[in-house]
């Protein structure tokens, strides 16, 4: 009965551990763009990290074009890797491959400007491969949201390195998905 209770006060504090980062809705254009945060405290720790070997914080996000109607979700993935032969995360031509826990992958392309940082990306991803579909994006958006993502591939300009997610992190992100899917729906 402990153990159960244990268990359930686990999984509620891990659904609880994501914040919105930013929430904002440009009063002059009409975008409107949600984040979700890549840390739980109060400030970004390396226990922040979803990967045992290297430091990659994650977070989700959505973004609403109000001109053309077009919705973008996205991952946003900053990773800290002190190698120049990584290279670039380079719009275009980087990517990320998630591969999912059921055994399926999700490739999702770079849209964010080229980063050629010696220490450090921040990349942007779309849920989706280059020539995507919305329909696409909003499929992966939903399997996001019930299976856990099991390994990260980053494909850079030299180097594609394949980062295992640490176990306590794979229901942590998948909540990411959950939170921003709440905040969508609630705004």
């Given at each position: ?20 980062l930013?929430n ?5 254009t ?6 979700t ?6 400030e ?24 053309s ?5 996205f ?14 995360l380079?719009i275009?031509?980087?990517k ?7 055994g399926?992958?999700?490739e999702?392309?770079?849209?964010s400007e080229?980063d ?6 921040t ?7 280059r020539?995507?579909?919305m329909?696409?994006m909003m ?11 099991k390994?990260?591939k ?6 594609s390195?394949i ?20 905040t969508?729906?609630?705004?």
């Open positions: 009965m402990k153990l159960k209770l244990l268990i359930s006060l686990l999984v509620c504090y891990n659904g609880f551990a994501q914040t919105i930013t904002s809705l440009d009063k002059e009409g975008n409107k763009t949600i984040i945060n890549n840390h739980t405290s109060t970004l720790t390396t226990d922040d990290s979803i990967v045992r070997d290297g430091l990659i914080f994650f977070s989700a996000g959505y973004q609403k074009i109000n001109t109607g077009t919705e973008i979700y991952v946003e993935v900053n990773i800290v890797h002190k190698d120049n032969r990584l290279g670039c380079k275009g031509e980087s990320i491959i998630l591969y999912l826990e059921d399926t992958s999700i999702c392309s770079q849209i080229t050629c940082d010696p220490i450090g990306f990349s942007a991803f779309a849920l989706m491969p020539k995507g579909t329909e696409m499929q992966n958006f939903d399997k996001l949201m019930k299976t856990k993502i390994s990260i980053v494909i850079t300009t030299e180097s390195p980062f295992t997610v640490k176990s306590a992190a794979k229901l942590y992100i998948m909540n990411h998905f959950v939170l921003l899917d709440k969508i729906k609630a705004s």
